[in-house]
């Protein structure tokens, strides 16, 4: 199965386009990894080399790389991470845990949108 779809327009049609391929990949990569694609653990280092070599052109790169950025971006990944929650190979096998520095990052950008969301609804309060 292959997700390519035609290029956006605009912005927001890329952006929904965009949205739309990334939900397609996750969804045959939580069929295909459940271990390490259906709950937010620590991917172990190096994971995507192992993903684009099993899937060998099956995927763009790029289309492999936006995806693993949304999956290692979202709040639960980076939650995960700074708990020190081991790392886990495609099989699900431990391959680390993160590092204590990994770990302070991850708190740091949690903090920091929790901040940001925080100003938001003062802003908004502001208004009305």
Not at 42 to 57: F, M, N, T, V, Y
């Amino acid at each position: 199965m292959t997700t390519d779809l035609p290029p956006a327009t605009d912005g927001q049609q890329s952006s929904i386009r965009r949205r739309e391929r990334i939900e397609a990949i996750l969804a045959e990569w939580q069929a295909r990894w459940p271990a390490v694609f259906t709950k937010s653990v620590p991917l172990a280092i190096g994971i995507s080399r192992c993903i684009k070599e099993q899937l060998s052109g099956q995927f763009p790169k790029r289309d492999i790389g936006i995806t693993l950025h949304y999956w290692t971006n979202r709040n639960s990944y980076l939650r995960a991470v700074a708990r020190g929650v081991p790392r886990r190979n495609l099989d699900g096998s431990e391959a680390g845990v993160p590092t204590t520095e990994v770990q302070e990052e991850a708190k740091r950008l949690l903090e920091e949108r929790d901040r940001r969301q925080q100003e938001r609804i003062q802003q908004r309060r502001a208004r009305t």
